[in-house]
């Protein structure tokens, strides 16, 4: 495989999945904003430019991966990047987005005759490491069966067809971390209460998890409020990705007790390493 | 086995967990407030009597699942009940109640030589018949290894000890019903903000349930609303459990903000079958 392949956005996600491209014989064009994350794929061939249009290849295929709808409509409407696209080239999005940001961009790209295909990525770094990611995708038939072994080569162990109209893909994406932040939260509520009780709650995660949520989700969180440690590794996207679901419900009137009350949560826990409270951090009454 | 075993509740799960323990050879004596409710068991030998005191066999074992903590106050308290039951004999209490109140009748039940288990049961009646429920259990250890096979034998794939104290196990079973609805109401809210967009709750279901949460809650939940059908069976013990959740935790000071907003949800839904709302259901304004 030597065709070269356009790549922006070398973050915690990106960096892992260009490298699985190299590994799989692609050659890669990468454009990031900080240049210097790109050096281990200089190392192994990758070429560095210094704009975002420099990765396109005309009728070719351009996989960007930044931190939010701004971030990606700035690269896209950079100077010459729709125009050398053209007509064939695909952009395939892998940036968590607000659906109606991803279906102005695929309008956008249908102008200069390209394809605009949704396609947010499922799993932490570790997990694109090791070629574990879930990926659901959308867009025109023929440009996704284009880039599906592409996505197959950056770690997608499993591809899931959400039709031909872009943004669905991104209202999966969306749904999946409300659910994920849900889960992390209500976790911690109930493990909270149970150790307060005087109840073990490593216990509690081992029987939950052996039971009725045998889930990866369930299992690291669990752990990681068990043993104390940051629940969302300080993180500043389950705030951002709440905030893109409850803004995306709201648009079609659909409630979001949830997540409103999530958001909330998130935003005051933001910035915090999370730690379960102890018995010893309890008001001293006793002298 | 020619055991005879007291058995109190024949409601839901009691029916089939008392038909479980019938066909495992032991001898059950039963009582159940609405005596009709017992006929089956009759048919296949049961003898039903017509007060509490008259399932109790004098340091024997007596197994309830009753409504509520009122409920299993009243057998408790019931002449003669603890009298009759005596030294050695044990209460295999399988109600889903306050921790505070499982304390509370292990010391009284201490008070007259007998020991009380508290082993609330995870599981749905069809889990029941098809000996597929969970069970944590907490209490004297003795005690505990002389009902773990009755526990099994009433259809226990999987039993869980959590240690002497009694209470853990229902803080546990709380704690699970929690999560249970927690999870369910965000599918909820998640899939009507799917099908609003346009997309497939079902797709989305599959694709979840694939990856991220694969377990039976998510599932099953999961389908229930994808199908538009009941999402709680209509049963008031969602709520019931989750106003139990929130006092056990509030009286150690341990903040309900997912589960108050739950306890609200579900109390403005109780009784309703609940539907996801369709486009047709939207108000026409067309006219």
Redesign the interface.
């Not at 509520?189 to 149970?194: D, G, N, P, T």
């Not at 079609?252 to 997540?259: F, L, Q």
């Given at each position: 495989m030597s065709e070269t392949i356009g790549f922006i956005g070398l973050g915690h996600l990106g960096l892992p999945m260009a490298t699985n491209l190299l590994k799989a014989g692609y050659s890669l064009l990468v454009y990031n904003r900080t240049a210097s994350k790109a050096e281990s794929l200089v190392v192994q061939s990758a070429q560095l430019v210094s704009r975002p249009v420099d990765v396109v290849t005309s009728g070719g295929i351009v996989a960007t991966i930044v931190w939010d709808d701004a971030a990606l409509e700035s690269i896209v409407m950079s100077d010459g990047f729709l125009e050398h696209l053209g007509p064939n080239g695909i952009h395939l999005s892998m940036s968590t987005l607000l659906?109606e940001t991803s279906k102005k961009l695929a309008a956008i790209h249908a102008q200069h005759g390209s394809v605009y295909i949704d396609a947010p990525i499922?799993g932490i770094p570790e997990a694109a490491i090791a070629q574990k990611l879930?990926i659901?995708f959308a867009g025109p038939q023929k440009a996704k069966e284009r880039v599906r072994p592409l996505l197959q080569a950056m770690g997608g162990q499993?591809i899931?067809d959400?039709g031909e109209?872009v943004?669905?893909a991104n209202?999966?994406k969306l749904?999946?971390n409300?659910?994920?932040g849900?889960?992390g939260?209500?976790?911690k509520?109930?493990?909270?209460?149970?150790e307060?009780?005087?109840?073990d709650p490593k216990?509690?995660v081992?029987?939950?998890t052996?039971?009725?949520?045998?889930?990866?989700?369930?299992q690291s969180y669990g752990k990681r409020i068990a043993e104390k440690t940051v629940l969302f590794s300080q993180s500043a996207i389950p705030l951002k990705d709440t905030g893109l679901?409850k803004k995306?419900?709201q648009q079609?009137?659909?409630?979001?007790?949830?997540?409103s009350?999530l958001y909330e949560?998130l935003r005051s826990d933001e910035g915090k390493a999370y730690t379960l409270?102890t018995a010893s951090s309890k008001p001293d009454t006793s002298s």
């Open positions: 659906p499922f879930w659901p499993g899931f959400f109209e943004g669905a209202i999966v749904i999946g409300f659910l994920i849900s889960a939260y209500s976790l509520e109930a493990l909270s209460m149970a307060k009780n005087g109840v216990a509690v081992d029987m939950l052996q039971t009725l949520f045998p889930a990866p989700i369930y679901f995306t419900a079609v009137e659909s409630a979001t007790p949830i997540a009350l949560l409270p």
